[in-house]
T-cell receptor, first 115, second 117 residues
């Protein structure tokens, strides 16, 4: 039981390049989330998926797109990377809408640098 | 809107002494409150949560937290700190939602705890 996995662990992009961050969970959770972590700002929600087939914007969605590929996988895409997107990205999952307390479980993160 | 404040960026404590990491929150409605810990270059790990009931919640690694509704606080505590407790600690809050939407967490900015040998 690997929990939440993310690939890649590290990535360096040039401004304007695109890339997709992958996330998968093996806990049969319904809800999945993408956060970014910046120094002194805690974690901010980018997008989330309450259940398979649905996605919604979070606090900071601009410059990102997401795909809920199936129940296990939730990807985050940067179409045209900007230096302001340099950050550490975390994926998380939780039981979902019918979970009573819905604790979120986090992956190890992807450290992205945009030059 | 819900918000969380962690007033201390850094907390230093000597090994063996009690530790407290502070958290205050602002929500409309009854809050669900969480503490997470992040070790260097790792993801966040769940420590404990308050949903309802006893105001003193016990969690992993000997940590506990006290919910105080009148002071809108949820401080994290441990009676005797270990050097291995040194990490970044995050408080988070959400309001229970009856609809089918995902439950969004709002995180504080984090407190770096350093336990000195």
């Amino acid at each position: 039981n690997a929990g939440v996995t993310q690939t890649p662990k590290f990535q360096v992009l040039k401004t304007g390049q695109s890339m997709t961050l992958q996330c998968a969970q093996d806990m049969n959770h319904n809800s999945m989330y993408w956060y970014r972590q910046d120094p002194g700002m805690g974690l901010r929600l980018i997008y989330y998926s309450a259940s398979e087939g649905t996605t919604d914007k979070g606090e900071v969605p601009n410059g990102y797109n997401v795909s809920r590929l199936n129940k296990r996988e939730f990807s985050l895409r940067l179409e045209s990377a900007a230096p302001s997107q340099t950050s550490v990205y975390f994926c998380a999952s939780s039981v979902g809408p019918r979970g009573s307390t819905d604790t979120q479980y986090f992956g190890p993160g992807t450290r992205l640098t945009v030059l | 809107a819900q918000s969380v404040a962690q007033p201390e960026d850094q907390v230093n404590v000597a090994e063996g002494n009690p530790l407290t990491v502070k958290c205050t929150y602002s929500v409309s409605g009854n809050p669900y409150l969480f503490w997470y810990v992040q070790y260097p270059n790792r993801g966040l790990q769940f420590l404990l949560k308050y949903i309802t009931g006893d105001n003193l919640v016990k969690g992993s690694y000997g940590f506990e937290a006290e919910f105080n509704k009148s002071q809108t606080s949820f401080h994290l505590k441990k009676p005797s700190a270990l050097v291995s407790d040194s990490a970044l600690y995050f408080c988070a809050v959400r309001v229970p939602i009856s609809s089918g939407s995902a439950r969004q967490l709002t995180f504080g900015s984090g407190t770096q705890l350093t336990v000195l040998p």
